[in-house]
């Protein structure tokens, strides 16, 4: 047997030509010759099926619910600004500096929140699958949303939108992203490219729309407006239906174990553990531009100026971005894929701190096509990036965490944009300070192809040793044991 992953014609011919687990040389057509340790065989009557990915099917469907699921969460977040200075408008006074510091809040926290739930989410996914989780997370996002319509003063807005809206539409989000895995593996990139475009799409409309009804109805009625997409967003959850073989339970109970609700495994990999510090460390200075863009424009250019435009220019370069990368990472191979996200967060860290140097309206909308597309690339490898690092079977609680430690930097960085304009008067160094930490943490990503690397490098030597010292102990075994010495009538063998 010259192969070890060649088929067999004979059972019986083959029992006994390779011992189990045993070191198998193959021969290369330049003659070298290469060692495997082929895996321990399942008992008989255990052997699990393989399990095929569709790559499309009723998988396309799914990735429209899920654009959908992006495009109405992220997109409604993103249009913040629009909302901003309504809540400015109806809650006070545009000029009262500490208004602006607690209105900025609201968007703030419901952004985090949407991350901070990311943890608990995944257990939910995990125990009750991704359609009821997801549908659930919809209805509660739904009642948040049309609660906030009723507020009429910003105090109960932290709660029924910053906490219950954003609450929602996290247990929304995380599924969407775990259900393509069921669906996708060779397109798996190209895909979430697609489906995260869906936020780029909702980002360039909403503005405009958001702009319009506010000034047609009001803020109360435009709120319950974008409840419709919420409950869309209801109905598109019951397409998650989940392929995945489910994890077995070590207990018979209804409830499982601690260690499979917290799924420990992932924090075993030091790759994952860069990744997993090192994105929040980058995401400080993100949301800054989302929400007091908007603010700096009018500042800077006037009242009157077409600020929309930005938000719009931020959404196309972002959709295409995503398509153009998430292709891209198809093509390169596992964790490289980091390099990527590196590119992202430089480019995003210098064109924040561009933005107070634009003088002119047309080198702002350059900053933002930059910054747009750049900001697509690194939102579309993040799902593929988590199946590499930590394999499917454990991504849903790896993304969990992961934007669980995003909810921190995501909360925080608004709010202290707002206290500098407020102190200092302009937003000048509030988006100088926004784009240091993109460079800070793409800095520390770089690290993860070099230690995946060594990882891997270490496991086949100790997984080729270990297949040596078996095979050294059956050929031990099987020599003939020397017969005990010939011994005298009378004598004793001692």
Same mark, same amino acid.
């Given at each position: 047997?010259?192969?070890?992953?060649?088929? !067999?014609?004979?059972?019986?011919?083959?029992?006994?030509?390779?011992?189990?687990?045993?070191?198998? +040389?193959?021969?290369?057509?330049?003659?070298?010759?290469?060692?495997?340790?082929? $895996?321990?065989?399942?008992?008989?009557?255990?052997?699990?099926?393989?399990?095929?990915?569709? +790559?499309?099917?009723?998988?396309?469907?799914?990735?429209?619910?899920?654009?959908?699921?992006?495009?109405?969460?992220?997109?409604?977040?993103?249009?913040?600004?629009?909302?901003?200075?309504?809540?400015? =408008?109806?809650?006070?006074? +545009?000029?009262?500096?500490?208004?602006?510091?607690?209105?900025?809040?609201?968007?703030?926290?419901?952004?985090?929140?949407?991350?901070?739930?990311?943890?608990?989410?995944? /257990?939910?996914?995990? *125990?009750?699958?991704?359609?009821?989780?997801?549908?659930?997370?919809?209805?509660?996002?739904?009642?948040?949303?049309?609660?906030?319509?009723?507020?009429?003063?910003?105090?109960?807005?932290?709660?029924?939108?910053?906490?219950?809206?954003?609450?929602?539409?996290?247990?929304?989000?995380?599924?969407?992203?775990?259900?393509?895995?069921?669906?996708?593996?060779?397109?798996?990139?190209?895909?979430?490219?697609?489906?995260?475009?869906?936020?780029?799409?909702?980002?360039?409309?909403?503005?405009?729309?958001?702009?319009?009804?506010?000034? =047609?109805?009001?803020?109360?009625?435009?709120?319950?407006?974008?409840?419709?997409?919420?409950?869309?967003?209801?109905?598109?959850?019951?397409?998650?239906?989940?392929?995945?073989? /489910?994890?077995?339970?070590?207990?018979? #109970?209804?409830?499982?174990?601690?260690?499979?609700?917290?799924?420990?495994?992932?924090?075993?990999? !030091?790759?994952?553990?860069?990744?997993?510090?090192?994105?929040?460390?980058?995401?400080?200075?993100?949301?800054?531009?989302?929400?007091?863009?908007?603010?700096?424009?009018?500042?800077?250019?006037? +009242?009157?100026?077409?600020?929309?435009?930005?938000?719009?220019?931020?959404?196309?370069?972002? #959709?295409?971005?995503?398509?153009?990368?998430? =292709?891209?990472?198809?093509?390169?191979?596992? /964790?490289?894929?980091?390099?990527?996200?590196?590119?992202?967060?430089?480019?995003?860290?210098?064109?924040?701190?561009?933005?107070?140097?634009?003088?002119?309206?047309?080198?702002?909308?350059?900053?933002?096509?930059?910054?747009?597309?750049?900001?697509?690339?690194?939102?579309?490898?993040?799902?593929? *990036?988590?199946?590499?690092? /930590?394999?499917?079977?454990?991504?849903?609680?790896?993304?969990?965490? %992961?934007?669980?430690?995003?909810?921190?930097?995501?909360?925080?960085?608004?709010?202290?944009?707002?206290?500098?304009?407020? =102190? %200092?008067?302009?937003?000048?160094?509030?988006?100088?300070?926004?784009?240091?930490?993109?460079?800070?943490?793409?800095?520390?990503?770089?690290?993860?192809?070099?230690?995946?690397?060594?990882?891997?490098?270490?496991?086949?030597?100790?997984? %080729?040793?270990?297949?040596?010292?078996?095979?050294?102990?059956?050929?031990?075994?099987?020599?003939?044991? $020397?017969?005990?010495?010939?011994?005298?009538?009378?004598?004793?063998?001692?």
């Amino acid at each position: 047997m010259t192969e070890g992953t060649k088929m !067999v014609e004979s059972d019986t011919a083959d029992k006994d030509a390779v011992p189990a687990g045993a070191p198998v +040389e193959e021969k290369k057509e330049n003659g070298d010759t290469k060692v495997t340790v082929p $895996e321990q065989s399942a008992a008989p009557g255990a052997e699990e099926p393989t399990f095929v990915h569709p +790559e499309g099917g009723w998988g396309w469907l799914v990735m429209l619910s899920a654009m959908w699921c992006n495009g109405s969460v992220f997109g409604i977040q993103n249009a913040f600004g629009i909302l901003f200075l309504s809540l400015l =408008r109806e809650f006070g006074s +545009e000029d009262d500096d500490d208004l602006r510091f607690r209105t900025a809040w609201v968007g703030s926290l419901s952004m985090g929140m949407i991350f901070f739930c990311s943890p608990i989410v995944s /257990v939910f996914t995990d *125990i009750l699958g991704c359609r009821i989780t997801a549908v659930g997370g919809a209805a509660v996002g739904l009642v948040g949303l049309l609660a906030s319509s009723f507020v009429t003063s910003l105090g109960p807005m932290y709660f029924t939108y910053g906490i219950v809206f954003s609450c929602g539409c996290s247990f929304a989000y995380q599924p969407s992203l775990v259900i393509l895995g069921h669906y996708f593996k060779k397109r798996l990139g190209l895909v979430n490219g697609i489906v995260t475009a869906g936020s780029s799409i909702f980002t360039i409309t909403l503005p405009f729309l958001l702009s319009g009804l506010l000034d =047609r109805v009001g803020l109360q009625n435009t709120m319950r407006i974008l409840c419709i997409l919420m409950f869309v967003l209801m109905l598109a959850g019951f397409t998650y239906k989940p392929l995945l073989p /489910v994890k077995p339970r070590s207990t018979g #109970g209804f409830c499982p174990p601690v260690s499979q609700i917290f799924n420990f495994n992932i924090w075993k990999s !030091v790759g994952y553990r860069i990744w997993a510090f090192g994105i929040p460390a980058a995401l400080y200075g993100y949301f800054v531009p989302y929400v007091h863009l908007m603010k700096h424009v009018e500042e800077r250019f006037g +009242e009157d100026s077409n600020k929309e435009v930005l938000l719009m220019c931020i959404g196309i370069t972002s #959709g295409v971005g995503r398509l153009i990368f998430g =292709r891209v990472a198809d093509y390169i191979h596992g /964790v490289n894929k980091v390099y990527l996200q590196v590119t992202s967060f430089f480019v995003i860290g210098v064109m924040s701190m561009m933005i107070p140097l634009c003088n002119i309206f047309g080198g702002l909308i350059a900053v933002c096509l930059l910054m747009g597309m750049f900001d697509g690339c690194f939102i579309c490898i993040m799902a593929p *990036i988590a199946f590499e690092l /930590v394999g499917p079977a454990d991504v849903s609680q790896a993304i969990g965490f %992961l934007l669980g430690l995003m909810s921190v930097p995501m909360t925080v960085g608004p709010p202290i944009a707002g206290f500098l304009r407020d =102190r %200092l008067g302009n937003y000048d160094l509030a988006f100088y300070l926004a784009g240091i930490p993109p460079l800070i943490g793409g800095a520390m990503l770089c690290l993860i192809p070099w230690v995946e690397a060594r990882t891997k490098k270490r496991q086949k030597e100790e997984a %080729l040793k270990n297949g040596l010292d078996i095979t050294q102990k059956m050929l031990d075994h099987d020599k003939p044991q $020397e017969e005990p010495p010939q011994c005298k009538a009378g004598e004793s063998v001692l």
